[in-house]
């Protein structure tokens, strides 16, 4: 049998699904095979929004249909014959996955205690261990750890195995009484609390248009799926309802109102006022020519919905509309990933489960296990391009899922309006302009006295330090960002070389340069270098291999690293293998711990068949993870032809050697490149840390 793991709860309404969801991405970094069952579904829905949800993820292969067990009705009608449906078709499904998440019954928001003795009897019956979950809504930590005792008293009663108690909903400002109250009431257990979250229990501007019976006038259908956090009722000048305003809020107006839907169209404009979500007027009037023509001149997507209903009537449904988390909404799968990774002891909860890392890593489960890396130790990522759409949908991805903070540089008022007018959430981020006359006085004077010898001066410096790429560089050098990402619009030139002046090589590195690490289908390799030096000598060669090995370890990967040439072993001469065979050597005089082989051709690096005909007694020949090209050329050549041939996933350029991690971006990036960038930076980050932790420090007067 595999591992499974059964989440439940004893009422309705707890966002057990959440947890279910940011589990099922715990379990994909560690397992390539997940699936998911849901035991019962109702019988009066066409289709599970929960089963939805979970079968969308990207690392889930099944289909809705495969994910269901019995309706609601037939456990009424035939509970012998409903249970042994549920557990044969458990059965089928764990032949065929590592890991299944099952997701208990719903409820019709009261508690009922025989469906929860039902969901007690699946589990142990399936011999699956039990992560319940309890709503903290509305109630004090005395009164939660004792819904959390009745309910592990019942699964225990049944012989099933409550291995967590997860509280959700709960307030912010008393999760540490909560962690202690139900910690005191349910021994041996793992507990933790997650806070209620705006996001995810805000309906969508869909809801609220469908709730109101609304039209859409004008703006993006794309934006019907952003959620709508509070209401605004702007029956009061405009003015006031300017004050009024919050991120992402509906303004629901007078449909005879027409002075104030100008002036709600130019706040979202502004980049000065909160970002709505939706304007809803009602009253069934309609707007007047010459204000359409106005509002129609202005470019933007806020949807603006019309309703015949009355104000009141209107603020009433959308007060009473509900959300849940959905899979067409990525601000609430983004919010549901961070609160359970920010709030769950994922890692003892996997250790509970037994749960051990596959053999085999698919890009899908080294996405989420660096995403998991960069919100363990939260770093902060300077982002020089903030004006660039691209890197603003990015900032939106990565503060949504509190994988890094964000600093973005340009203009606050232009950044935010141009934020608003795409529909992006950075309210979270940083803005810091590169004008700022604090910033630029210490800067440049930094910049002068690091380049005192070549001769710059203050005014130089200033000048120079207004380029937003040695902006953001000199913020890396001052410790007031732990790495930069840029390159989405300026060349690799523009992006690196103020690293070369201002942060420079670590101690140990002759050269700064880089590898890609490849997402195959089963693995992940390292490549290097496959972007900055275009031919290095034997010692550059040694310094590579060694940075990429190092580089591996980071990123989690054994490094076994091999030496490419176009001869294996001693078959082979010629100035270009010699150089490859001296730089062998170099790095095994240099690193006898590391497993190095070299020269060796590529097939005889990644084919056993191979290796075990021309080098048999190697530990790389193979089975190497590390590939040191011998030129830019080959390098750069190779790592397209795998990726666009082999289909595999290039993360990077990632460069390596430089005291502070500075990452470059393809102009063509794409935002998943952006947002794998930044994790990639922030994990190096956190090593940078680690390293300078465990370094004796040198004083001033000692250098």
Not at 230 to 236: D, E, H, I, N, Y
Not at 439 to 447: D, I, K, M, N, S
Not at 639 to 649: D, F, N, P, T, W
């Amino acid at each position: 049998m595999p591992h499974s793991v059964y989440i439940a709860s004893p009422e309705g309404m707890t966002g057990k699904s959440m947890v279910a969801f940011g589990l099922l991405e715990t379990l994909a970094s560690r397992s390539d095979r997940v699936g998911v069952y849901r035991p019962v579904v109702k019988a009066d829905h066409s289709r599970d929004y929960a089963v939805d949800l979970l079968t969308s993820h990207p690392a889930v292969d099944q289909a809705y249909e495969d994910a269901v067990g019995v309706d609601h009705q037939l456990l009424l009608s035939d509970p012998d014959a409903a249970h042994e449906r549920i557990l044969g078709r458990y059965r089928e499904l764990a032949e065929r996955y590592s890991m299944l998440v099952v997701l208990g019954s719903d409820y019709d928001d009261l508690a009922n205690p025989t469906e929860l003795a039902f969901n007690a009897e699946v589990a142990a019956n399936m011999g699956a261990p039990v992560v319940v979950v309890v709503s903290g809504l509305d109630r004090s930590p005395d009164q939660i750890a004792a819904l959390a005792a009745v309910s592990v008293g019942e699964f225990s009663g049944h012989h099933a195995a409550p291995i967590a108690v997860v509280v959700n909903r709960a307030e912010a400002d008393s999760l540490d009484a909560v962690q202690a109250a139900v910690s005191a009431k349910v021994d041996g257990a793992l507990v933790a609390v997650i806070p209620e979250s705006p996001v995810i229990m805000a309906p969508t501007v869909q809801q609220v248009k469908d709730a109101v019976s609304g039209t859409l006038l004008q703006g993006s259908s794309e934006w019907l799926d952003r959620v709508a956090i509070g209401t605004v009722v702007a029956a009061m000048s405009l003015p006031n309802v300017l004050s009024r305003l919050s991120e992402n809020c509906t303004v629901i107006a007078p449909g005879d109102r027409f002075d104030l839907l100008p002036g709600l169209v130019m706040a979202q404009q502004s980049g000065t006022f909160p970002s709505l979500s939706s304007i809803v007027l009602t009253g069934g009037y309609d707007v007047p020519e010459e204000v359409q023509r106005l509002i129609s001149g202005v470019r933007q997507d806020l949807p603006i919905i019309a309703t015949d209903l009355s104000t009141f009537d209107t603020a009433v449904r959308v007060a009473r509309t509900r959300g849940r988390l959905s899979a067409g909404s990525a601000q609430k799968v983004d919010a549901a990933r961070r609160a359970v990774a920010e709030h769950l002891p994922t890692s003892q909860l996997l250790a509970a489960l037994e749960v051990n890392r596959s053999e085999v890593i698919t890009p899908m489960m080294f996405e989420f296990e660096l995403l998991a890396r960069a919100r363990g130790r939260k770093k902060t990522i300077v982002l020089p391009e903030g004006d660039e759409p691209r890197i603003i949908a990015a900032a939106e991805s990565i503060l949504a899922r509190g994988v890094a903070d964000l600093i973005l540089l340009g203009e606050e008022n232009q950044i935010r309006a141009k934020a608003s007018q795409l529909g992006h959430d950075i309210s979270e981020a940083r803005i810091v302009s590169p004008q700022d006359e604090d910033h630029l006085q210490r800067y440049a004077a930094e910049y002068a006295r690091l380049r005192a010898k070549k001769g710059v001066t203050l005014e130089q410096a200033r000048e120079k330090i207004q380029d937003v790429s040695y902006f953001g560089t000199m913020m890396v050098q001052l410790g007031e960002a732990d790495g930069m990402v840029s390159g989405a619009v300026h060349s690799t030139a523009h992006t690196i070389r103020p690293s070369f002046e201002i942060i420079k090589t670590k101690p140990g590195a002759q050269i700064v340069s880089s590898v890609f690490l490849m997402a195959l289908e089963d693995r992940v390799l390292v490549y290097g270098d496959c972007a900055v030096n275009p031919d290095p000598t034997a010692e550059q060669l040694a310094d590579i291999a060694a940075q990429s090995a190092a580089t591996a370890e980071q990123f989690g990967i054994a490094p076994r690293v091999a030496m490419l040439s176009y001869s294996t072993g001693t078959s082979g001469s010629g100035a270009d293998v010699d150089k490859v065979r001296e730089a062998t050597e170099l790095v095994r005089s240099a690193n006898p711990q590391l497993d190095v082989e070299g020269p060796i051709q590529y097939d005889a690096a990644v084919d056993a068949s191979v290796a075990k005909t021309k080098l048999p007694d190697s530990s790389v020949a193979g089975r190497a993870t590390v590939f040191v090209f011998p030129d830019l050329n080959t390098g750069n050549n190779t790592y397209k032809a795998v990726q666009r041939s082999a289909g595999a996933i290039a993360i990077g350029p990632v460069l390596q050697g430089l005291n502070k991690p500075v990452n470059d971006l393809s102009r063509g990036a794409l935002v998943d490149d952006i947002i794998n960038t930044v994790v990639i930076t922030a994990i190096q980050a956190q090593a940078a840390d680690a390293e300078a932790a465990s370094t004796p420090s040198i004083s001033k007067d000692d250098a």
